[in-house]
């Protein structure tokens, strides 16, 4: 059998999909200078193939099959299995009428495909409800699929072949960027773990599947045959929470050790999960940059969203021990949640700003279908068109804010944490004391500047 794979690239703004906002996926269409280069930056070290395509390939080949893959242009084949978002769907669906056109069935996969199917049910043969393994297993066993397929998430993650990235084509071009962490052209995205054992209730990261891990010597094997195939590869842990078990995390970073692995790699945790030992330990296997969320400077509000606040102190030591070991951070921020206010949002930014990792995401709550919070404030939403439900388009009325005025919030925190001395500062390492005091004071001009422009704009400053 011909299988065609389709990752179709966004075309307007930078469209990442995949894992991302737990498969839904985001696009950030800029809306200021900074939010320009933010993007563009993004596009050069974040535009990463599929993993989950990466593991179809591998079980379709694995079978005997022929596997294409595309990231646009239609190609004959039997079946066509395309990645499903939320963002980008009506590229996605308009696709698949081309493909069905020229003879080929066509299902979709995905956290979208599977929570919203009356967006893709009238362009497919078959739309796959879970985590695709199970399903591709079948498929290319024999089976004919056609309307909604169940998938039961695999209770054994070591029995998957490891994802084929030769088949996606993925031998590109990887610069190393000084200061950047990620090399440019991206990296080889791993999932050591799936799903989150947290309860956050906005997050769509834990709707499809239960929080489940891979064994450490079969995790260890993967980063091996990525070693054997690349040059001291850049491993992407996508795992929403990769330290959850501290335990785990050091016996990773020892088998690396151990077996001589020579690679870099980053991941994603929460601040609660690390500490400087840890830290050490992970830096010394290859740890070169992560990502955390903080969301909220307030610990009220992230209560009300079921997400369990981390004290400051913890946050500083963590993020002060990654900047002297030289891992690069990059901290995540969601601003209107349904208890935020002005002042509450100010305060998130200044926090970011003080809290001084290398980099800073900024994006506005959204109401994930088939989340906790969806069923919250379900009523409450306006907005009519899915794919505006991307990370930074206010999509519900907020008690207390505009749309507007979130739109001139997210701008704001955009230019205050990334047009300021201190940010290049901190992107370069600079640690003197006495330069860092000349900083400090050149922060604080700047910060005037952006006050009095907001105060012209707005009558009022991001400040609190
Ligand atoms: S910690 Fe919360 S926001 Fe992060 S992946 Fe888990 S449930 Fe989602």
């Known amino acids: 059998m011909r299988i065609v794979l389709a990752d179709l690239a966004g075309k307007s703004g930078f469209v990442s999909k995949d894992t991302v906002a737990g498969g839904y996926g985001s696009r950030l269409r800029p809306f200021s200078k900074v939010t320009r280069i933010y993007s563009s930056l993004k596009r050069r070290f974040h535009d990463v193939p599929s993993v989950h395509l990466a593991y179809l390939a591998a079980i379709a080949d694995r079978a005997g099959h022929e596997v294409t893959y595309t990231r646009g242009t239609p190609v004959d084949g039997d079946v066509a299995i395309v990645l499903s978002s939320l963002v980008d769907f009506k590229q996605e669906t308009a696709w698949a009428d081309v493909m069905r056109a020229r003879g080929t069935r066509v299902g979709f996969i995905g956290l979208a495909a599977s929570k919203m199917p009356e967006l893709f049910e009238p362009h497919a043969d078959f739309l796959v409800d879970g985590e695709p ?3 591709m297993m079948q498929l290319v066993a024999g089976d004919t699929f056609s309307g909604r397929v169940a998938s039961p998430a695999l209770p054994d993650l070591d029995a998957l072949p490891f994802p084929r990235w030769d088949l996606l084509n993925e031998r590109r071009f990887r610069l190393d960027v000084p200061g950047a962490g990620r090399p440019a052209g991206g990296g080889f995205s791993v999932l050591a773990s799936r799903g989150c054992p947290e309860f956050c209730t906005y997050c769509p990261h834990r709707i499809l599947a239960g929080y489940r891990t891979r064994s450490v010597e ?17 491993v992407i842990f ?8 501290r335990e785990r995390s050091l ?5 690396i050790e151990r077996r001589g692995l020579d690679l870099r790699f980053e991941c994603e945790t929460r601040l609660d999960r690390l500490d400087p030992d840890l830290l050490n330990r992970l830096h010394a296997a ?3 940059a992560m990502s955390f969320g903080v969301e909220s400077v307030s610990a009220d509000t992230l209560k009300k969203v079921g997400r369990r606040p981390i004290p400051q102190e913890q946050q500083r030591l963590v993020v002060n021990h990654c900047r002297s070991l030289g891992i690069v951070t990059a ?3 969601v601003l209107g949640f349904p208890h935020d206010t002005w002042d509450s949002i100010a305060a998130t930014i200044e926090y970011a700003v003080d809290l001084g990792s290398t980099v800073a995401q900024f994006k506005l709550l959204t109401p994930y279908p ?8 379900g009523p409450k939403v306006y907005e009519k068109n899915w794919e505006e439900f991307d990370g930074f388009t206010p999509t519900f009325h907020h008690p207390s804010l505009s749309g507007d005025e979130l739109r001139y919030l997210l ?3 955009y230019n205050r944490f990334y047009l300021r001395p201190s940010y290049l500062a901190n992107y370069c390492r600079i640690s003197q004391a006495g330069l860092r005091d000349m900083i400090a004071r050149l922060d604080v001009r700047v910060a005037g500047i952006h006050t009095r422009r907001e105060v012209a704009q707005m009558a009022r400053s991001v400040t609190c």
């Not at 094997?221 to 001291?232: G, M, Q, V, W």
């Not at 996508?238 to 078990?245: A, G, M, V, W, Y």
């Not at 016996?251 to 088998?255: E, G, T």
């Not at 088939?370 to 069923?375: F, G, M, V």
């Open 286 to 288: 290859g740890m070169r």
């Open 331 to 333: 901290g995540f921020f």
């Open 238 to 245: 996508r795992d929403p929470l990769f330290s959850e078990d």
């Open 133 to 135: 393994e199970a399903a």
């Open 218 to 234: 079969n995790i260890a094997d993967e980063l091996a045959y990525l070693c054997e195939s690349n040059p001291r590869p850049y």
């Open 411 to 413: 701008d704001a925190a």
């Open 370 to 377: 088939a989340t906790p919070l969806w069923k919250q404030i």
């Open 251 to 255: 016996a990773i970073a020892d088998a």
